[in-house]
């Protein structure tokens, strides 16, 4: 078997369990603790797949027999052949995304590593803009918006985790008719986005906040 079938978000709650059991390893000598450990581990990482082969189950399920820190990376390596990219994007494509951004300035596609992206962004320092590309249901979506950075860390509305922070917000069409023909939402996003896409464990905030960008 050797179907990708693990999304970036799903590698990073893997990640996140390994290292959960690994730490418990460290500091627990109790063996009915760690057994406990292992078993809610293995749940966890079963919760964010919706639909897995029996082989697809044995193959996850192998991440609460390791010991060491050696095992747990290179069962985390060995998973990476699994793991589904982000879908094909060209610049011709970004572009179409951002229609009345004159003169945008795409990423360098080439150097990115799309198997560990869950949204395709980047920063545009002279207009302190960030763009953000997210694929949903086999179309790609993208919203721009200014980014402030915060110079202090806090918790990331997209991936929930302690990092450096900026403020992005996001013009969007008014509910009701207002004079100035536009609203705003804003959070406290990752200033990486590396970073970020590499703590994701669950879509739906960062879904939740750029469909109602979009409206």
């Given amino acids: 078997m050797s179907t990708p079938f693990i999304k970036n978000h799903q590698y990073n709650v893997i990640k996140k ?40 189950r044995k193959m996850l399920e192998q991440v609460s027999t390791f010991e060491t820190a050696y095992d ?70 993208g919203i721009e918006g200014r980014i402030t950075p915060t110079n202090k860390k806090g918790y990331c509305l997209f991936c929930n985790r302690h990092h450096e922070l900026a403020f992005f917000s996001v013009k969007t069409k008014p509910s009701v008719p207002s004079a100035d023909n536009y609203a705003a939402i804003g959070h406290y996003v990752c200033l990486d986005n590396q970073v970020c896409n590499q703590s994701i464990t669950n879509t739906a905030a960062l879904e939740k906040f750029i469909f109602s960008a979009r409206k």
């Fill in 17 to 56: 369990q390994a290292e959960f059991i690994l730490k418990t390893l460290r500091s627990v000598a109790d063996r009915s603790v760690l057994e406990t450990v292992r078993y809610r581990s293995v749940l966890n990482i079963f919760e964010v797949f919706p639909n897995l082969s029996e082989d697809q």
């Fill in 72 to 141: 747990f990376q290179r069962y985390l390596s060995e998973l990476e052949q699994y793991l589904e990219p982000y879908p094909p994007i060209t610049p011709k494509q970004i572009e179409k995304l951002f229609p009345k951004t004159k003169k945008l300035k795409v990423p360098n596609l080439q150097s990115i590593n799309f198997r560990f992206v869950t949204y395709l962004s980047w920063m545009d320092i002279a207009t302190n803009k960030l763009f953000i590309v997210y694929p949903f249901e086999g179309k790609f979506i």
